[in-house]
């Protein structure tokens, strides 16, 4: 079972930035750490994703605006987040795979609002 410590998520103006970090134990071989995110009344999408060969996918929505970077030898993640608008309001989830597992974590709100 994976444990995430996830932080970071609050209360930011428009044109603000946020900076969410999570580090997951209790599992080994990740190759994969990302997050997701659900906005309310729509469905979890995933926002970025940073394999531990290097790859990294973003949403075409935060592309140029958010950056994923990790600290493979913690299993740590963390997610700059610039130039936010109100439709990045969400609540955030942390997410860990491994060849065999894939787990989220509680979630943290972000929310973008004047």
């Known amino acids: 079972q994976v444990q995430f410590v996830e932080s970071g998520g609050g209360l930011v103006q428009p044109g603000g930035s946020l900076r969410l970090s999570c580090a997951a134990s209790g599992t080994i071989n990740i190759v994969a750490m990302a997050w997701y995110r659900r906005a309310p009344g729509k469905q979890r999408e995933l926002v970025a994703i940073r394999w531990y060969s290097n790859s990294t996918h973003y949403a075409d929505s935060v592309k140029g605006r958010f950056t994923i970077s990790t600290l493979n030898a913690n299993n740590t993640v963390y997610l700059e987040m610039n130039s936010l608008s109100p439709e990045d309001t969400a609540v955030y989830y942390c997410?860990?795979?491994?060849?065999?597992?894939?787990?989220w974590g509680q979630g943290t709100q972000v929310t973008v609002s004047s």
């Open positions: 997410y860990a795979r491994t060849p065999q597992t894939e787990d």
